[in-house]
């Protein structure tokens, strides 16, 4: 049986769109998408999802509950993992203008809200050769930017000339909210990571 369809995948459960990313990975081939808010809930998965939400708050939550080392620890013993908006900026190793708590799994420099306010959100199609040939539907509300990627991280889409899709071995961060279209490729395309675990 494929890993895929035996894993267990989290998605952190402090903050945020949640419930549309559990919903996301149950319909993309995921055995059982469970919240995480423990570490002991940390520990019964194969892989987590950084949801979009308030990425400071995130930040203090995750160091409250002892989560960010855990995830570090996790992630650097070889756990997929996959951040978008609020999640791509706890990925990232620098966020300019910001003391907040991060994970610093992603070496990225980004900048919050750089795409404006609410009201500002937007959809478009991007291109992702990495998923095939059809164009993936992407939401952006007060989405991120990345300003730039050190030299071993993959870029797998761009937007206005910038990053807004990226790799780095089994980290996923994206500054859009793929749960917020019915196209399911990216988060099948996170779930194929554990394909490759031993």
């Not at 203090?60 to 996790?74: Q, S, W």
């Not at 991120?144 to 899709?165: I, N, Q, R, T, Y």
């Not at 990226?166 to 996170?190: I, K, N, S």
């Amino acid at each position: 049986m494929p890993a895929v369809e035996r894993a267990t995948v989290g998605v952190l459960a402090l903050q945020g769109d949640v419930a549309e990313h559990l919903r996301a990975l149950q319909e993309s081939g995921a055995a059982r998408a469970v919240p995480v808010r423990t570490l002991q809930e940390l520990e019964q998965v194969d892989a987590l999802l950084l949801p979009g939400g308030e990425s400071t708050t995130i930040g203090k939550l995750m160091v409250e509950g002892r989560l960010d080392t855990a995830i570090r620890r996790r992630v650097q013993d070889g756990m997929p993992v996959f951040g978008t908006c609020a999640g791509l900026i706890l990925l990232a190793t620098d966020i300019i203008g910001s003391e907040q708590p991060r994970l610093g799994l992603l070496p990225a420099r980004v900048r919050r809200n750089a795409f404006g306010r609410q009201v500002d959100s937007f959809e478009t199609a991007l291109a992702v050769p990495s998923l095939d040939a059809e164009p993936l539907p992407a939401v952006f509300i007060r989405a991120p930017v990345v300003e730039a990627v050190a030299p071993e991280v993959e870029v797998l889409a761009e937007f206005d000339g910038k990053p807004v899709l990226c790799r780095h071995g089994r980290v996923l961060a994206a500054t859009f909210h793929p749960e917020l279209t019915a196209d399911r490729r990216l988060h099948r395309f996170f779930l194929s990571f554990l394909e490759k675990q031993p």
